[in-house]
């Protein structure tokens, strides 16, 4: 079912009707003793609107998550980021990211992440959910798998795209992630009979709160992403106009009337 030479991620059994970014990264922990470490991640994703969920396990018996609101180009730096190392010399973490939102064609994600602490290297799947089935009468759906995304490289640096198939998921679902987590937050363990998950109240409080907020204002978002996307280039074009023949100007507009103009 996975495209992976390890286990299925722990997260996954929860996540499999969500579109999401699933980050195999790995921690290498030189002086091989029990430790705790911070982490940032850096991430950029150029043709997205929406929201961003993120949430990991920072050691096992709990869960870190938050929510960002994402415009055009906007970049979200996720500072301060906890792991345990346990005493092997490779440390897996698996990071989930959860769109709630619109891609463009042309979008584009670069990430970062980064440790004063060790080493790291990642690599980054897209899941996208399965709504085939193998017969009309059948309530086994179609085996899916996790598609990794291979780096593309260009003179700016690196970034991923991600295949047609994946898309951001509809943001009325936000409020079904929730509903997960107080449902971790719920969870018991059967051997010791104490909560498998250290008490997240404040935090999907907060969560609650943040959704609220932003789905609020992307209801009230008028000015459509493309449009966005013109008022940016023309920007790009006034701050580079000094140093622009006026043929080179002329075909810059040219340049924007047709690409936009055959947009739907």
Known sequence: MFNLKRDAPWF???LENYYHLFLNVRFTNGVNVRRNIKFSVELNLQGFEGLLFYMYKPDIKKVSFNLYKHSVDQ???????NLVLNQGTMNPLDFVIIPFGYFKDEHKFTLDIRSDDVESSFDLYSWSPSNLYKNIKSVIKI???YS???PIDDYRGYYFQFISAFKGNETGR???LINLLVDFDKSVDEIDNSPMFEAMDSEIKNLVSKSNEFLFELCHTSVPLDVKNIVRELERLKFNIDSLSKEEIFNWLDDLIAFYSGKS
């Not at 970049?75 to 980021?81: K, Q, V, Y």
């Open 12 to 14: 996954f059994q929860h």
């Open 75 to 81: 970049t979200h730096e996720i500072r301060d980021l």
């Open 143 to 145: 085996a899916n798998q």
């Open 148 to 150: 990794e995304s291979i």
């Open 174 to 176: 936000l409020f079904d």
